[in-house]
């Protein structure tokens, strides 16, 4: 873990990876004193930024960040949403060969295990999801498309997230949703936040 400052109102935490960042984030959010001392809490892919709250100094946020990187949190601590997919991805074979498994394991497996949304970014409404079933884990395609379309679900390291609209992408496609992941007539627009649960549906061949 190394603390670096960012700005006169930010710490910048750097974690070994995805889960000891979302690990740190959920520690530092649930110390009584966060909320008096903080204005944010940014996840990332192997960093947490903590803001502070004007007047609060960046000796009173190191106190915040824990000793050690904390365990892991279960994924179904957050709130949940299901999200029904239909699994007829370009890349599901693909994917099934890569992590040998057969393509209605892979379709099982990513059912099969929440996921916590980690953090956000890339897009408008795009979440990074982490805490799937390891044996998913699968390099991003070595030539990304030029688009791909809104809602399709994919998989890339550690990692699977639905694209809230059209955008290239060098994800391993492995199905499709019609749920809306950025709307601004919602509030908030975005449908998914860090902390939340995600369970993906076997919607089947015909949704």
Not at 40 to 45: E, I, K, L, N, T
Not at 101 to 126: I, K, M, N, Q, Y
Request: aromatic residues 6%; proline residues 10%.
């Amino acid at each position: 873990m190394n603390l670096l400052p960012y700005g006169d109102r930010g710490l910048l935490v750097e974690l070994a990876g995805t889960a000891e960042a979302v690990a740190c984030a959920d520690a530092v959010r649930a110390d009584p004193a966060a909320a008096a001392l903080l204005q944010d809490v940014v996840p990332g892919a192997r960093t947490v930024l903590l803001v502070a709250r004007p007047g609060v100094g960046l000796d009173r946020l190191r106190a915040l960040v824990p000793a050690a990187a904390p365990a892991p949190v279960a994924a179904t601590q957050g709130p949940e949403i299901t999200v029904p997919v239909v699994y007829d991805g370009p890349d599901l074979a693909a994917v099934a060969r890569l992590t040998g498994l057969a393509e209605a394991e892979v379709v099982a497996a990513h059912t099969g295990t929440p996921w916590r949304v980690a953090f956000g970014g890339f897009a408008p409404g795009f979440a990074y999801l982490a805490g799937g079933d390891p044996r998913l884990r699968v390099p991003r395609r070595a030539e990304p498309r030029p688009r791909v379309p809104a809602g399709a679900v994919g998989l890339a390291g550690e990692l699977s997230g639905v694209y809230p609209r059209a955008s290239p992408g060098g994800w391993q496609l492995i199905g499709r949703t019609d749920v809306v992941l950025w709307d601004l007539d919602r509030d908030p627009p975005a449908l998914l936040a860090a902390g939340m649960t995600v369970r993906f549906a076997d919607a089947g061949a015909g949704g």
